[in-house]
């Protein structure tokens, strides 16, 4: 297992935004007894959905295959605002047999392996979590994960084929209710490996912004609404934080439907959301995900995006599975207040 910084030494160099993307390879011989310890000793908990002590045992296995820079490096993504927005992780092994995508009704897989390395790895930061009432404010915290069962919050995403532009998840949502990790695990990639899954350092984005686009986007607030005027989420700022560490707040609008648009008091605001979206999608990355592969994307300081993914005739198209980090430190704001 290594941990490169410098991207020439990799197989496929990644393109580099703020900083190189660090690449955390494990060792195949790590790997493979990560699966058997992992498949032997952590059954009876997934059938139990002990789900608070599944991600104890999953981390603790990963302890033993990750080294200590590794480690380090991962848990720096939260609270150091110089550390990485991005991190790569390749070797991870994935369940034997995998079944097709897109069956209807959709064929979910029988082991565990994903969700433990999914659990494992945010132990690392916080809990995980999601949010379970996508109602109009989402004003509610998202769902952490003493609560539901395993696979609640850890979803699936089988070869779904729409392009997604830049954009930060649960962007509609007020900041403190934001998770700051997204963890994409490639089980299979598309068969032409040409599916993208695009990051941005917004930190890039905002530093190449017009000025005057930069001072519209902290300080005229814009809504997101559907083809039918309602409000989706509460107002926001597109950019807050300091000047040295912005954070963009970019939607996917397509997830609000056909003819979502974004609104603002001054329609000047409107015109500059759309250039920094544009402008995110040039400044942008393409990372080519690879079975085992796991890409940690830090949920404030980064953008990320999808490039579309062709529908397979025989059934075994892409398949990821994803999750969001809710920090430790945002989790006892969240509980005291």
């Not at 030494?9 to 992992?38: C, Q």
């Not at 990790?181 to 990051?199: E, F, M, N």
Request: net charge negative; aromatic share 4%; glycine share 6%.
């Amino acid at each position: 297992m290594t941990v490169c910084n410098d991207i020439d030494a990799v197989d496929h160099p990644i393109p580099v935004f703020k900083t190189s993307i660090p690449i955390v390879r494990l060792d195949p011989t790590d790997a493979a007894a990560f699966k058997y310890n992992v498949e032997h000793d952590l059954k009876e908990l997934s059938e139990k959905d002990a789900i608070e002590q599944f991600e104890k045992e999953s981390h603790a296995r990963l302890q033993q295959v990750l080294s200590r820079e590794a480690e380090s490096l991962l848990h720096n993504m939260v609270g150091d605002s110089e550390s990485s927005s991005v991190v790569l992780l390749k070797g991870f092994p994935v369940e034997d047999d995998l079944p097709p995508t897109l069956t209807k009704p959709p064929v979910k897989k029988n082991g565990f392996l994903a969700e433990a390395i999914l659990y494992g790895l945010a132990h690392i930061w916080g809990k995980t979590a999601t949010y379970k009432d996508m109602t109009p404010a989402m004003l509610k915290p998202p769902v952490l994960s003493e609560v539901g069962t395993l696979k609640d919050l850890v979803t699936t995403d089988q070869s779904s084929s729409m392009e997604l532009q830049m954009h930060r998840d649960f962007a509609l949502a007020p900041d403190t209710n934001i998770p700051e990790i997204r963890l994409i695990h490639c089980l299979r990639p598309d068969k032409a490996r040409q599916v993208q899954t695009r990051v941005a350092d917004g930190r890039d984005v905002v530093r190449q912004l017009d000025s005057k686009d930069v001072h519209l986007l902290r300080t005229v607030p814009v809504q997101f609404r559907t083809a039918s005027g309602q409000q989706m989420g509460c107002s926001k700022l597109v950019i807050t934080g300091s000047d040295e560490h912005p954070i963009l707040s970019l939607l996917e609008i397509a997830f609000l439907g056909k003819g979502a648009h974004v609104t603002a008091d001054d329609p000047a605001a409107v015109k500059a959301y759309h250039r920094a979206s544009d402008l995110a999608m040039r400044v942008a990355a393409g990372v080519k995900l690879e079975e085992g592969d796991v890409l940690c994307i830090h949920n404030g300081r980064a953008l990320h995006a999808r490039t579309e993914s062709p529908h397979e005739a025989d059934g075994y198209g892409r398949w990821l599975k994803v999750t969001l980090v809710m920090g430790y430190d945002r989790i006892a704001r969240m509980t005291s207040g």
